[in-house]
């Protein structure tokens, strides 16, 4: 398996701009998860899903921030509109059935300038 | 109060040496714990993993739990120049679909020659 799969690696946009982070969990695992990580605040737990339902969304820091996962294997965070703030490395992990450990994807680096 | 709180470190010890890293979390329902190492600009990857009170070990890692004193931690013998890392703790919390992972802001280990 080629492990979780985030796009882009890296992102830059200008503030007020939308942005898109996709994620592909590994194939079978029914847990997802988004995270994003500062140097500040570490690595903060935004939203997670279970079967492609939402199960608890109260790390999504304000309105401007959303998650889909319109199917098993895809999801996304969006930004809009995107503000300097939200510059950080965005991670999205999947578990599988079961089993208790996360596997983290490599990472979207997001700048807003 | 964070859920999961560790020193930032950096915690510095020579080549050869035991690195003891130390975690403490505030919720009691957590039921299972973990330590991952991120490398700088790396993804989290998952080193040890603890369900129960006590040691485990594999290889030259041994994590402790204590459920009663809220307390995990890492112990790396024969430290390396590449456990130079930052090391996440993590408690996860099972409840029905509910499996919330909330992590530490990291320490970070610096094995010197």
């Known amino acids: 398996d080629a492990g979780v799969i985030q796009s882009p690696r890296h992102e830059v946009t200008e503030m007020g701009q939308e942005v898109t982070l996709r994620c592909k969990p590994i194939?079978?695992?029914?847990?997802l998860f988004w995270y994003r990580q500062t140097m500040m605040r570490g690595l903060e737990l935004l939203i997670y899903f279970n079967n492609n339902v939402p199960i608890d969304d109260s790390g999504m820091p304000e309105d401007r921030f959303s998650a889909k996962m319109p199917n098993a294997s895809f999801s996304t965070l969006k930004i809009q509109p995107s503000e300097p703030r939200d510059s950080a490395v965005y991670f999205c992990?999947?578990?599988?059935?079961?089993?208790?450990?996360?596997?983290f994807g490599q990472g979207t680096r997001l700048t807003v300038v | 109060q964070k859920e999961v709180e560790q020193n930032s470190g950096p915690l510095s010890v020579p080549e050869g040496a035991i690195a003891s890293l130390n975690c403490t979390y505030s919720d009691r329902g957590s039921q299972s714990f973990f330590w991952y190492r991120q490398y700088s600009g790396k993804s989290p990857e998952l080193i040890m993993s603890?369900?129960?009170?006590g040691d485990k070990e594999d290889g030259r890692f041994t994590a402790q739990l204590n459920k009663a004193s809220q307390y995990v931690s890492l112990l790396i013998r024969d430290s390396q120049p590449s456990d130079s890392a930052t090391y996440l703790c993590?408690?996860?919390?099972?409840?029905?679909?509910?499996?919330?992972?909330?992590f530490g802001t990291g320490t970070r280990l610096q094995v010197t020659l």
């Open positions: 603890i369900y129960s009170n």
């Open positions: 194939s079978g695992h029914d847990y």
């Open positions: 993590a408690g996860a919390i099972y409840t029905g679909t509910a499996s919330k992972l909330t």
């Open positions: 992990a999947s578990r599988g059935v079961g089993a208790t450990e996360a596997f």
